[in-house]
């Protein structure tokens, strides 16, 4: 089933992710349970990252898989351009499956995947050009799900429900900057986390309270979350775009 590890590996992850965090609140040395919540943190965007890289290269792998079963389907053009390494695809494989998986992995392993700007080049070629992830009709279903946040939409969800017509459309545009706004700053402190030990000039940034470490945890946790749903759903949409039959979906785990 696609992106069945992906998801698997990213609940293991943020697990972890958490116990750390419950761990660095009864330790009583304040300046050793800064460096455990900053690790709870980082653990946390890590997991992130290796989810986009395993659903990029789980979906690119079904679509490789699928060409080969049907190979008068159409790939669009901006699948077409992805470079695949040739020492993959002449190595001994035990399945073309797998020999895909590896095409795929090959492919994503140098990248990282933080920022919305490189999720959304990423995997915006399995969406149709007037749904592409992130876009305000597809953030408007965000701004509603019972986990949304003043914190990433710059808006409550029981004041967002409120709302209708331009008040509404205009709520939802500005989400969508208030969105990037709080992962660019999520990736930018576990960028200076692992990059400079959390010393971006001279001192270390403070934290300035614990639950404020949860909350960066819940908030990566909810764009993956959100993310993995609309990849799932979008991904056997994509496939018969491409024309591919209902067999051939079915048979790379993208029948619905």
Known sequence: ????????????DIKRSKAIFEHARHVPNKS?????????FMFSVGALDAFFCDA???????TLSALEKEPIATIMDNFENLSVPAVVLLKNAPTDGWRWRMAARAMIEKENVLSITQIKKLFNRFFEDSEKLFCDNRLEGWM???????????????????LSGTDRISAIKNG??????????LFQRRHDCIHNCDRPKVAPQAIARIGSIKNMIND????????????????????NRCGFSAVTRNQVGASR
């Open 144 to 162: 509603t799900h019972g986990r949304a946040t003043n914190r990433v939409f710059g808006i409550a969800r029981s004041d967002f429900l409120h």
């Open 220 to 239: 990566i946790e909810f764009l993956v979350d959100r993310c993995h749903d609309e990849l799932y759903s979008e991904f056997p949409r994509f496939l």
């Open 1 to 12: 089933m696609r992106l069945r590890t992906a998801r698997r590996h990213f609940t293991e």
């Open 32 to 40: 050793l349970q800064g460096d455990l919540l900053r690790s709870s």
């Open 56 to 62: 990029f290269g789980d979906l690119v792998s079904r």
């Open 176 to 185: 969508n900057k208030q969105l990037n706004s709080r992962y660019k700053v």
